[in-house]
Each structure stands twice: as structure tokens, then as C-alpha cells.
């Protein structure tokens, strides 16, 4: 058994022995001193922890660079893999690089936080591809979010590096203010020394603008700051365990005499000498006992720091006369570090297969993304993990023979640890081969048994397709599934994401809301299961994805059972396939609605047109992404008239009603009208479609959708066939232009503003701001990159969870046990006053056994832990009772129940000397 994981960073060699399995690149970077790599979302949303990943694929035949985002990376997927981060971009500590250049001169940072992230992500993607358009460029940020700059002045900078860059100038100033033509070409060029001052150096660094450094090179090729290492060249992917790193802690409690060994030799010499001794490792139940019998061992001896008691490993065990491998799980070890700690990499598929022969309840992943996002928002993890992303057998793809329909059709396969951004590759290259700078995408004659080793798998689809005399000019509806797939892939997730995301995942995962389940389902795709037969052993099968997913979440794979692949059939001639995603932003975002209609269409004898094959699939609508199995029978038994498809849209509105909460955030986007008619099925993806668009008639009603007496098959499916709902809700190219004032006098511009242009912004000098250097390396210092002190702990607050109840009991003492957890601060510990208040003390700092809580979110307790793992742990088990008291919501709940802020103030009206009855009459006319 190997131990340990190898990596390189920025050309550093980094062996760590001893590895947490849930703990992230970014964890790892920042407790090394890295701190340039800057953690925001922690959920691989905000893009600002970017770093590129750079690693030798054996499949591919050459080394792979990947923009990933660090916060749901783990450390052990890097395992064989180079780093570069933000501190790793310039080898000269005096020479920016020149994207960072670009960053400074164009004012492209403001608070920094996310500016790391946006240089990491560019240059991952210009290294990939050198010969990038501009618009190219622009959808390179998908992943990177900026709250400060508007993304005006990023993108400008990041546009000159772009192959058509001198054409967009050209663009540009057609569609800018006629005056300010001859400034635009000044005001956007690239920004060289002259603009600063002539001494003007950099006060933080001493690094000097110098001309070269920014001019503008279009396709201009970079490279690693630092070579790949050798080492990782052949880097060998060997069985390893990793489990919890090992902690120690002191009982806080006893009654008589308690001895902790430091060795198993003082503790075995100490049980020669004494007698009715306890060995205990937490101490929970002996604990338990003290308080609820008062008893307590006379001699205990807790035994958790010793070595010898702290090991899991894999041991071969003589089990039914066989030698079989077992995980030796130590006599300290947890549960939680046994159910919920332990990780298993196998080298091979044959090694993976033994241990789960031996092992329960695995969950099988690839990139683990979905893992530590589950970590940190839920406090979860599977009880064993085992990630094969580095696997051979699930890193194919390659065309394959599938059943579909009762006939033999060809099929993508996509192995189990294909990233999304594979897939989108392959399909590019098929679509067009010159679409990637890549020199892998050549098509050439079938390889030696030695090429076959490092061929790339791209190049094997590619040649495969070509053999088999498929084409996309010929028959573009063969490849309708596979376009479909691509045109939904631009608004999943982002880059970053889809470097590490799979296929398989997002599929196994079978959330409702999956973007690709739908066109994968209605295109009929097959599923390529490892399952456990108790006479044959391990088999392999195929099964219809319709037949996969059984309930929310919930899929027929029994224990330990897991996908090995996908395979998607290629579309018979005369198939159309039209998918949408709806959701409140455009990219990155998870969708509220989705779907995809597949209708594979032909000419009968009578000249009417049918439906041989239809899938309609919509996710977001039920538990489970369910096909419209009735509507899809339906349309493959009648003609396809416009009666049919009014039909139809009837069925389509008794079939899908979108529940409250679902309306109610699509309302939120679009308003409430519009959100009733996507609701009722005239309208998708929050476009103003109907269900007649898909005929190429922009009709408000299904009439003349389809007229009867058409019989041109070609003309009823080229609407099909043209640009998606996808394409068209991609953005344009954005335009816009900033002008500098280069006046010697700073404090008088010379612009003139009522020539000034509506999508022209206007700066005062093109001095950059004094921090703008630092944020681009990652040197500007923020409190969530701070080192925690020496002696100094985290604290974690317990929250109520109950908006009106009384506090019954709180337990602590599981969450003392936790390995980490330094102590917890209650009610009880308060010797003072426990509120506070600006005005009056009125809010309690803790809230203690029998008091009331009156919200969500008041303090119960505070852990406080050396690392914030610990504390995840502890959170969980802290045992709250509650007793609800009735929630007053409403002014009219808090006036009956007289809950009042203050005493009420009752103003009456009078003079002095008047009567009771007068006194009266005055306040019934100011009522």
C-alpha cells in the first residue's frame, strides 16, 4: 500500500504524507503560505480560487492544462499533477507577466479579491488556445465573477490578446460616436510605459512597465513559467488509503486515577503492576456512567494517542480458505472516522473490484466536486469514498454498436471519468476538425500497437467516425443528440467546473434538474453499469436511462454498484432535437425548468408527415426527470397536422403543472403572468415560444403550425435544424471604449462631455491604483487570508433552528469528544449579564436551558476548535430538545398575544377641569 500524495507547485516537489481526504487544493495552498489563491463561494461558483492543473494524459498522448477552481478540489485528485497558481505566473519577481500587465494597465482591478482567479483563467485558456477570437475570449469568464469592475475593463484587457483584435478595433469604431473616432484608436490600444510617469516604478515591488512586456501580440503562445516536471512524465497511479490525520486529546474529567501511556511498552509494564484497569479510547461511556450511575473505573486508562491503536489499514485475511484483503480498522479509531473519513484511490480496475468485493456502502466519483460542495453545505460525506478518475478503463470514449428501436445504431460512448469538456471537444472536432489549435485532432491511418498507447482518444473517434462514412455535411441529422448535448453544455455550470465535472456524475447524481439527463433520456441513451452478481460475480450491462433513474436522487444501482459509462446513439435521417434550459441567469446557474424534444420524422405513402420515434423529456417538473410517455405514443400514432399539435399542447398542460414553489421562482424572473404561461407548457425556457416555433412560424396560435397538404419533408425539418433556442440567447460580443485623460494637468480633463458617447466611460489620468500590481500577483493581504495566530482557536456558534420554542436540554459532551473541539461555551459559563444591546440591553448573548428563543439563529453555543473540519464534526453532535411555543408572525398575532416591544403608551385628550364625559368627547374626535 502506497501512502502519500506527489504533486509540484509552482516547480516545487511536495510529497504530504499524511492527507485528510476531504481537504481542498485551497486548504493546502493557503496552510503552505500561498495565500494568492483567494477562497470566496467555497463552492466553485465565484471562480476567484482558479488555479490550472496541468498533468500527462497517457490517453491523450500530451500534457493537459485545465483551469480548475481549488475550494472543491481535493488535494488527492492532484496526486501526479503540477500546480501553478497566482504566484507561480512570473519567474522575474521583478517582471509581471504579461496578462498581469494587461490586468494593471487597463484598470482591470478594484477590491482584487476575484483578480487571481480571472488571471488564472485567462491564461489557462490562452495557453490552450493561442490563436483565440475575441469572442472567444469574452465566454472564457464564465466561471469568474466580479462585483467591483462591471467586467468593463476585464474584458478590454483580455480582448487584445485576441487573433481578430485589430478587426474589432475596426468594429468598434463603426458603432461609436463619429467624434471620437480618431480617440477610440487611442483610448483602447494597448498601454505601454509612455503612459505612465517616466520614474513612475512600482512602490510595492519595484517592477518596471517597460513597452515590451505590453504590446500586443496577437496569438501570441505562452508557456508553463515553470517546465513540467520529468517526473510526473510516467507517473504511476498506485492503490492508496487515506483516512483522518491522527489527533489526540485529553480527557478533561476523572474521579480517581486516570494514566494516559505515551507508548504501548509503558502501557503494557503499567498493566503488570495494576490490576482492574479500564482501557477505554473517548471515554464516552465511562462519562455517561459517572453522571447517570455515579460510578467511575478505578484505574482508566484511555489509550486514543497511542500509535499502535491508531491504524486502519488493509490487511490480507484468511477468509472460506482465501486470502482476501480487509480494512484493519485500530481500537482508537472513530465511527465518524471509519463511516465518514475514509478514501480509497485504486490503480486499477481489477484492485477497485477486490475492495468493494470486501467493502460496504462506497460511493464511486470521479472529480469529487459534487462531494466537497455536499461537505460544506450539508456537513456530509459518503462513509468510503473511492475516486477513479485516474482509471483506465472509465477514462474511454470511443463509438460503439447499441440497440435502439430494434436496429443497431452507432452510439458516443463516454467512459465514467470523461470530463464534460472532453465531450464538447470530441463533438467540436467532428462537427468541424480545425475548430482546436490542439496538434492531437489530425485524423490519421489506423495506429501500430505502439501508437495505440498514446494515441489520443480524440483521434480514435475521430478516425472511427470518418471509417465508417458518416458525415455531418451529408446527414447533419445523425448528430442532432450530440449538438444538442454541446449547445446545453455552454450554460452548465462553467469552465472551470466542466474540467473536472463528468458525464457519468452529473447523470448517477439523477437530480431533477440535470441539465443533460433530458437530452440524454430523449435521445434514448444507454447506461454501462458494474454490478455484483452473487454466482457470476462482477458483470457488466446495459441499461436504457428511462429504466436508471427510479425517484429523486434515486437510481437502481444496488450497493456498491457504479457506471462505467455512457453511450448516446447516433440519430437516424429526418431526426430533429430541440432542448432548452431555463433558469434566472443565463450561465452558471442551476436550472428551474429544462427539457428536450427528439421527434425522428418521415414521409409516409399517402405524402403526409410522421413520427416514427419522438422523446419529449422535461426536468424540474416532478421528483425525477420524467419522460411524456402518453404524448410521445401519441405523436407516433397520427399525422402531423396542426390539430395534432394543439392536441398536444393540450396533453403538454394536463401533464405538466409546475408546483407553487417552482412558479413562484420562475415569477421572481420573469413575473407572475408569464410564469403561469410556462406553466402551462406555451412557453419555453421563459422565452415568448409556443410549441408552433418548432415548425418556423411565429404564430400566437398552433393554427397553419403544420398545414396538411405540406408535404415537403426537407423544408418541415430544416426549421428543426436551424439555430437553437441555445445559440440565440448566447450573448454578443460586448462593445465599449474608455477614455483617458493624458493632460499634464490632472485636475482639469480635456474631454469634451457632450461628445461624449453613451457606452463610453471616462477616467481622469491612466495612472493604475497603487494596489493594482500586488492583486494581480496575489500579494494583497485580506482578513480571510490571514494565517490563524498562534493560541488562538476557532469559534463556531450553535444556532436555534426553532423560531418560537423553550430550550428543554443541551447536550455537549459528544461534540467535547471530537478530536480538535478545545471546549464549549454555554448559558452556564456566562458568570456576568448575559445581554447586550446600543440602547438597552435586551438581546441575550446565550440562550440557556429553559429559556425562550424567539427566532432562527440566536446563540445556543460556541465550539471552539483548532480547525474548522473539527467543527463540522462537532456541529453534528450537539443534541438540542426544543419545546415549540405558538409563533406570533403577524401584527395581529403579536397584539392578541399582547407581545409588545414596550409597554404600551395610551394618549388621551382633555383640559384641566373638564369633566369625564368631556374629556371623553375630545378623544372621539381625534380617533
Given at each position: ?186 483610448s483602447v490600444r494597448p498601454l505601454t510605459s509612455v503612459d505612465y510617469d517616466k520614474d513612475q516604478e512600482s512602490a510595492s515591488e519595484g517592477t518596471v512597465i517597460k513597452p515590451s512586456m505590453t504590446k500586443r501580440t496577437p496569438g501570441q503562445k505562452f508557456s508553463l513559467p515553470q517546465p513540467f516536471p520529468k517526473a510526473l512524465m510516467d507517473y504511476h497511479y498506485a492503490d492508496k488509503l487515506f483516512e483522518n490525520p491522527l489527533f489526540s486529546s485529553l480527557p478533561k474529567t476523572s474521579n480517581r486515577l486516570l494514566f494516559r501511556p505515551g507508548t504501548l511498552p509503558s502501557l503494557l509494564q503499567f498493566l503488570d503492576t495494576h490490576e482492574h484497569c479500564r482501557i477505554v479510547s473517548g471515554m464516552s461511556e465511562v462519562l455517561v456512567d459517572k453522571k447517570n450511575r455515579g460510578t467511575f473505573p478505578e484505574i482508566c486508562i484511555p489509550v486514543g494517542s497511542l500509535s499502535e ?291 425522428n420524422c418521415y414521409k409516409d405513402e399517402s405524402g403526409h408527415i410522421r413520427a416514427k420515434h419522438a422523446g419529449i423529456v422535461f426536468g424540474g417538473m416532478a421528483a425525477h426527470t420524467k419522460p411524456q410517455i402518453a404524448l410521445e405514443e401519441y405523436l407516433m400514432s397520427t399525422i402531423l397536422t396542426a390539430a395534432t399539435l394543439t392536441k398536444a399542447l393540450s396533453m403538454l398542460s394536463s401533464a405538466l403543472v409546475l408546483p407553487d414553489c417552482v412558479l413562484k421562482a420562475i415569477a421572481e424572473g420573469v413575473g407572475e403572468a408569464e410564469a403561469q404561461e410556462i406553466c402551462q407548457g406555451l412557453r419555453i425556457a421563459g422565452k415568448k415560444k409556443r410549441w408552433a416555433e418548432m415548425c418556423g412560424k411565429e404564430s400566437p396560435t398552433c393554427e397553419g403550425a403544420v398545414k396538411e397538404e405540406d408535404d415537403d419533408i426537407e423544408s418541415f425539418l430544416a426549421s428543426f435544424l ?206
Amino acid at each position: 500500500m502506497v501512502e502519500g500524495v506527489l504533486l509540484y507547485i509552482n516547480g516545487k516537489r511536495h510529497f504530504i504524507t499524511s492527507v485528510h481526504p476531504t481537504m481542498s487544493l485551497a486548504s493546502y495552498l493557503k496552510s503552505i503560505g500561498l495565500k494568492g489563491t483567494k477562497v470566496s463561494c467555497g463552492e466553485g461558483g465565484c471562480g476567484s480560487c482558479t488555479i490550472l492543473l496541468s498533468h500527462f494524459d497517457k490517453f491523450k498522448g500530451r500534457i493537459v492544462h485545465r483551469a480548475v477552481v481549488s475550494c472543491i478540489l481535493p488535494l488527492i485528485y492532484c496526486d501526479g499533477m503540477a500546480i501553478t497558481t497566482i504566484e507561480g505566473m512570473s519567474t522575474n519577481p521583478r517582471q509581471l507577466h504579461p496578462i498581469q500587465q494587461r490586468i494593471v494597465a487597463y484598470h482591470a482591478t478594484q477590491c482584487g479579491i476575484c483578480t487571481p482567479g480571472i488571471v488564472m483563467a485567462l491564461f489557462a485558456f490562452l495557453l490552450n488556445h493561442p490563436n483565440a477570437k475575441v469572442k472567444e475570449i469574452e465566454h472564457c469568464f464564465d466561471c469568474n465573477l466580479c462585483r467591483c469592475t462591471g467586467y468593463r475593463a476585464i474584458l478590454d484587457a483580455a480582448k487584445t490578446f485576441g487573433s481578430d483584435y485589430e478587426g474589432y478595433l475596426d468594429d468598434l469604431k463603426k458603432t461609436t460616436h463619429t467624434e471620437l473616432e480618431d480617440f477610440v484608436a487611442h483610448s483602447v490600444r494597448p498601454l505601454t510605459s509612455v503612459d505612465y510617469d517616466k520614474d513612475q516604478e512600482s512602490a510595492s515591488e519595484g517592477t518596471v512597465i517597460k513597452p515590451s512586456m505590453t504590446k500586443r501580440t496577437p496569438g501570441q503562445k505562452f508557456s508553463l513559467p515553470q517546465p513540467f516536471p520529468k517526473a510526473l512524465m510516467d507517473y504511476h497511479y498506485a492503490d492508496k488509503l487515506f483516512e483522518n490525520p491522527l489527533f489526540s486529546s485529553l480527557p478533561k474529567t476523572s474521579n480517581r486515577l486516570l494514566f494516559r501511556p505515551g507508548t504501548l511498552p509503558s502501557l503494557l509494564q503499567f498493566l503488570d503492576t495494576h490490576e482492574h484497569c479500564r482501557i477505554v479510547s473517548g471515554m464516552s461511556e465511562v462519562l455517561v456512567d459517572k453522571k447517570n450511575r455515579g460510578t467511575f473505573p478505578e484505574i482508566c486508562i484511555p489509550v486514543g494517542s497511542l500509535s499502535e491503536m491508531r491504524q486502519m489499514e488493509l490487511r490480507d485475511v484468511e477468509v472460506h480458505g482465501k486470502t482476501m484483503p480487509s480494512l484493519f480498522v485500530g481500537g482508537s479509531i472513530t465511527l465518524s472516522e471509519t463511516s465518514n473519513r475514509l478514501l480509497f484511490r485504486p490503480g486499477t480496475l481489477p484492485s477497485l473490484l477486490q475492495f468493494l468485493d470486501t467493502h460496504e456502502h462506497c460511493r464511486i466519483v470521479s472529480g469529487m466536486s459534487e462531494v466537497l460542495v455536499d461537505k460544506k453545505n450539508r456537513g456530509t460525506f459518503p462513509e468510503i469514498c473511492i475516486p477513479v478518475g485516474s482509471l483506465s478503463e472509465m477514462r474511454q470514449m470511443e463509438l460503439r454498436d447499441v440497440e435502439v428501436h430494434g436496429k443497431t445504431m452507432p452510439s458516443l460512448f463516454v467512459g465514467g471519468s470523461i470530463t464534460l469538456s472532453e465531450v464538447c471537444e470530441v463533438v467540436d472536432s467532428i462537427v468541424d476538425p480545425e475548430v482546436s489549435d490542439s496538434p492531437s485532432r489530425s485524423v490519421e491511418p489506423p495506429p501500430s500497437e505502439e501508437e495505440e498507447r498514446t494515441l489520443s482518444t480524440l483521434s480514435k473517434v475521430l478516425y472511427e467516425y470518418k471509417s465508417r462514412n458518416l458525415s455531418v455535411e451529408s446527414e447533419p441529422s445523425t448528430l442532432a443528440p450530440l449538438l444538442a448535448l454541446r449547445r446545453q453544455l455552454r450554460l452548465f455550470a462553467s469552465s472551470q467546473v466542466r474540467e473536472v465535472a463528468t458525464l457519468t456524475g452529473n447523470v448517477s447524481n439523477a437530480s431533477p434538474i440535470s441539465d443533460t439527463i433530458p437530452i440524454l433520456m430523449a435521445n434514448h441513451a444507454i447506461m454501462n453499469i458494474y454490478t455484483k452478481d452473487s454466482i457470476l460475480g462482477w458483470t457488466v450491462k446495459d441499461v436504457p436511462l428511462r429504466e436508471f433513474i427510479t425517484g429523486y436522487r434515486r437510481t437502481i444501482l444496488t450497493d456498491n454498484d457504479f457506471v462505467a459509462g455512457i453511450s448516446l446513439p447516433f440519430a437516424p435521417k429526418g431526426t430533429v432535437v430541440h432542448e432548452f434550459k431555463y433558469a434566472r441567469r443565463l450561465e452558471d446557474d442551476i436550472s428551474i425548468v429544462n427539457g428536450c424534444v427528439s421527434l425522428n420524422c418521415y414521409k409516409d405513402e399517402s405524402g403526409h408527415i410522421r413520427a416514427k420515434h419522438a422523446g419529449i423529456v422535461f426536468g424540474g417538473m416532478a421528483a425525477h426527470t420524467k419522460p411524456q410517455i402518453a404524448l410521445e405514443e401519441y405523436l407516433m400514432s397520427t399525422i402531423l397536422t396542426a390539430a395534432t399539435l394543439t392536441k398536444a399542447l393540450s396533453m403538454l398542460s394536463s401533464a405538466l403543472v409546475l408546483p407553487d414553489c417552482v412558479l413562484k421562482a420562475i415569477a421572481e424572473g420573469v413575473g407572475e403572468a408569464e410564469a403561469q404561461e410556462i406553466c402551462q407548457g406555451l412557453r419555453i425556457a421563459g422565452k415568448k415560444k409556443r410549441w408552433a416555433e418548432m415548425c418556423g412560424k411565429e404564430s400566437p396560435t398552433c393554427e397553419g403550425a403544420v398545414k396538411e397538404e405540406d408535404d415537403d419533408i426537407e423544408s418541415f425539418l430544416a426549421s428543426f435544424l436551424s439555430e437553437s433556442m441555445t445559440d440565440r440567447r448566447l450573448h454578443s460580443i460586448s462593445k465599449s471604449t474608455v477614455r483617458y485623460d493624458y493632460s499634464e494637468d490632472k485636475g482639469k480633463p480635456k474631454t469634451d462631455p457632450s461628445k461624449k458617447s453613451v457606452n463610453t466611460t471616462t477616467t481622469h489620468g491612466n495612472k493604475p491604483h497603487v494596489s493594482a500590481e500586488r492583486q494581480v500577483q496575489g500579494k494583497a493581504e485580506y482578513v480571510s487570508t490571514m494565517s490563524q495566530p498562534s493560541d488562538t482557536v476557532i469559534a463556531i456558534p450553535v444556532f436555534t433552528n426553532h423560531p418560537h420554542a423553550r430550550i428543554v436540554s443541551l447536550d455537549v459532551s459528544k461534540a467535547l469528544e471530537v478530536p480538535g473541539v478545545v471546549d464549549v461555551v454555554t448559558r452556564e459559563d456566562i458568570q456576568g449579564v448575559n445581554a447586550v444591546g446600543v440602547a438597552i440591553q435586551d438581546e441575550p448573548v446565550f440562550i440557556g436551558v429553559g429559556d425562550e428563543c424567539q427566532t432562527v439563529g440566536q446563540i445556543l453555543a460556541i465550539i471552539c476548535v483548532d480547525n474548522k473540519d473539527a467543527g463540522i464534526e462537532a456541529l453534528k453532535e450537539v443534541k438540542v430538545e426544543y419545546e415549540d411555543l405558538p409563533v406570533i408572525a403577524t401584527i395581529e398575532q403579536a397584539i392578541e398575544a399582547k407581545s409588545w416591544l414596550f409597554d404600551p403608551i395610551d394618549v388621551t385628550y382633555g383640559l384641566d377641569g373638564c369633566s369625564e364625559e368631556e374629556s371623553k368627547d375630545l378623544n372621539k374626535k381625534h380617533e
